[in-house]
């Protein structure tokens, strides 16, 4: 288990999407908040519209 997992908003947000979060990865908890089908997504085209934990994980420059 890595430190994320251990992050109450990553527990959070996979319970919110009806996820486990120790089955549960970044990449896949992502996909699921931007209703992607992980098989024909990157992480590149994720990034496009992140969500905050994303961006925080990603180290993303966000507009203010």
């Given at each position: 288990m890595s430190t994320l997992e251990l992050d109450p908003a990553f527990v959070a947000?996979?319970?919110a999407h009806g996820l486990d979060?120790?089955?549960t990865n970044m990449f896949l908890l992502?996909?699921?908040v931007q209703g992607?089908?992980?098989s024909k997504?990157?992480?590149f085209e994720?990034?496009?519209q992140p969500s905050d934990l994303w961006a925080k994980?990603?180290?993303l420059?966000?507009?203010a």
């Open positions: 947000a996979c319970e979060p120790q089955k992502e996909c699921a992607r089908e992980p997504v990157s992480m994720l990034d496009r994980v990603r180290k420059n966000r507009a």
